[in-house]
């Protein structure tokens, strides 16, 4: 039974946009909901995260670029994805925690995670 799962990712030229969203179950809606993302050779990195009341953090390298948001009451997370670069190129992953406070920069603070979902920008 999946815990959290994506919606399908895609294909995008340099500079365009993409949407993903996850939906959790009810017992994986934990405070702190995310993205994070792994490319091959790479270690997985957050993205974005934003905790039940809507406190935010974003890696330094999407800040200005991507929003995530999320719908409480339907258990959902949104990752709006502007100005995409190619190094952006990675399988995105859903995550959740119920941690107190939600860090982007500590992975292992985030022990759920959906399948994944591709996003590929091309230059």
């Known amino acids: 039974q999946a815990q959290l799962v994506e919606s399908q990712g895609g294909s995008v030229e340099a500079g365009g946009s993409l949407n993903v969203s996850c939906v959790a179950s009810e017992s994986y809606a934990f405070n702190c909901m995310g993205w994070f993302r792994q490319s091959p050779g790479k270690e997985r990195e957050g993205v974005a995260t934003?905790?039940?009341?809507?406190?935010?953090d974003y890696a330094d390298s999407v800040k200005g670029r991507f929003t995530i948001s999320r719908d409480n009451a339907a258990n959902r997370v949104y990752l709006e994805m502007n100005n995409l670069k190619p190094e952006d190129t990675a399988m995105y992953y859903c995550a959740s925690s119920p941690a107190l406070t939600c860090p982007v920069v500590i992975v292992s603070k985030y022990p759920y995670y959906g399948q994944g979902t591709q996003v590929t920008v091309s230059s």
């Open positions: 934003i905790s039940t009341d809507g406190g935010v």
